[in-house]
């Protein structure tokens, strides 16, 4: 109905809403509807806030736990020392695994001030270290003397397969970065192995695809073929090593897979039939050429 006085529509005719309390608004419905959906993303991201805080709890504990068991033993064996307690063969012995746990917590060390830096998406060109020629089998050699001590309770060796590797040319990298790699790969090899048992360090080059690769192989814990892939993802262990080191962060492989993506490498994990775990990475002679400085003369130490 239409009122004579001015044309338009009567009150009583407009719409009420179900309350009777007005007019609907064209917009209430999708206002609710949007209000909803906040409510939803809200309750989302407080859980996955929980979530957060639960991680890095864990983490820290795992972070502590795993430095302060090194510094213990090395504060233990320096209070032997200075007692005056111990014959000529226990005291090399001690300083030799002071040695041992000094490499694993600096090395440790170095994982955890990595983690947070890796966990943005870096580029190379990102990163401050300058690209510098790096002689694989030398680092490899060296590396190799650094966690042989870990391994001599164990009865455990580390031997390197200078041929062909020793042939290869150098590679275009961030030397820090790419030792932490073979590092993590030495560290877990160490870890893991069977007594008594060989960490066999092998490479080449590939000249067709200017390529270096260097494989860690050793004989310990199975990686069954569905965690080949898992085991570079953040935070994962398998069952098994989660028996034998319950305190594990699971975030070497993770990071060593990190570094070697942003020097545009590659780091693969497999099984032979024998049952021996191999670690390879692959890395580029030159590809990185111009992606971030060079190490110049300033630059240059008596590094190994």
Not at 6 to 26: C, F, I, L, Q
Request: net charge positive.
């Amino acid at each position: 109905m239409y009122s004579i006085n001015d044309g338009r529509e009567s009150s009583k005719d407009r719409p009420h809403n179900a309350e009777g309390g007005g007019s609907v608004s064209p917009n209430g419905a999708g206002l609710q509807q949007a209000l909803e959906r906040l409510q939803q993303e809200n309750t989302r991201l407080r859980q996955q806030l929980e979530l957060v805080k639960k991680e890095q709890t864990e983490y820290l504990q795992n972070v502590s736990h795993q430095l302060v068991a090194p510094l213990n033993a090395i504060k233990w064996h320096i209070e032997n020392l200075t007692a005056g307690r111990l014959n000529e063969d226990r005291i090399r012995k001690v300083l030799r695994s002071i040695y041992s746990q000094s490499t694993l917590a600096v090395h440790l060390a170095k994982n955890f001030a990595l983690m947070s830096n890796l966990e943005a998406d870096h580029a190379l060109s990102a990163l401050r270290e300058p690209l510098e020629t790096i002689d694989l089998c030398r680092l490899m050699v060296n590396l190799a003397d650094d966690f042989q001590p870990l391994g001599w309770d164990r009865g455990l060796s580390i031997t390197v397969a200078d041929y062909p590797l020793k042939s290869a040319p150098p590679v275009l990298a961030i030397k820090p970065l790419i030792s932490q790699v073979f590092s993590n790969v030495l560290e877990n090899a160490v870890k893991y192995s069977e007594k008594g048992s060989e960490i066999l360090i092998s490479g080449g080059h590939n000249s067709q695809e200017q390529t270096v690769s260097v494989s860690v192989s050793n004989r310990g814990i199975p990686l069954p073929v569905p965690e080949t892939n898992r085991v570079f993802d953040r935070g994962y262990r398998s069952p098994e090593a989660r028996n034998l080191y319950p305190a594990g962060t699971g975030f070497g492989m993770y990071i060593a897979r990190r570094i070697v993506e942003i020097h545009e490498g590659t780091i693969e994990a497999k099984n032979d039939k024998s049952g021996r775990v191999t670690f390879t990475v692959t890395l580029s002679v030159s590809k990185l050429e111009g992606k971030t400085r060079k190490r110049g003369a300033k630059d240059s130490t008596n590094r190994r």
